[in-house]
């Protein structure tokens, strides 16, 4: 019974309007919607294979295969992820220099950070695939270069943010 009772109120739940809650949005939130546009995946991968066949030291077509499949692992466990960063930055320690200098959310301090917590989560997720599923060493150097390939690839998407503002 406890599970239908389980099974009941997660139905109801995901019966809820999400629209009631649309008005409740950070930078992470905005980010992620660039993330999953098909020319910033395009680009963002291109720079990826590059600096993946360089840093590994294999084949065009093994690179493209790699890194595809990294960045498919990263895209759907950065779904969730990347806007749960964004928020754990507004509480701490977005928190305590927002009130300090009387800025809301959508401020440098907190965009920049919202930057760099994309480019950590999709670094670690895929330095997780490259080590365990193909076996490639992952040292400080290694992530290094991650980071920057996925420097280059949020970067795209985020400048597009400024570029073509999101219109409400």
């Known amino acids: 019974m406890r599970f239908l009772t389980k099974l ?91 009130k300090a200098l009387n800025w809301g959310t959508f401020n440098p301090i907190t965009w920049l950070a919202t930057f760099v917590l994309a480019c950590l989560v999709n670094t670690a997720i895929e330095s997780f695939v490259y080590r365990k599923a193909y076996q490639f060493p992952i040292k400080r150097r290694e992530f290094g270069w991650i980071f920057i390939a996925n420097a280059v690839s949020v970067g795209v998407a985020f400048g597009s943010l400024f570029v073509v503002p999101i219109q409400p």
């Open 8 to 98: 009941a109120v997660g139905c109801s739940a995901l019966a809820m309007p999400a629209l009631a809650y649309a008005d409740v949005v950070w930078p992470a939130l905005y980010l992620e919607t660039r993330l999953f546009s098909w020319w910033a995946i395009s680009i963002g991968l291109i720079a990826e294979v590059i600096f993946v066949k360089w840093l590994f030291a294999i084949p065009m077509k093994r690179a493209a295969i790699v890194t595809t499949v990294a960045n498919a692992a990263s895209s759907v466990a950065g779904i969730l992820l990347i806007p749960l960063a964004g928020i754990a930055w507004e509480f701490f320690p977005g928190l305590l220099y927002m």
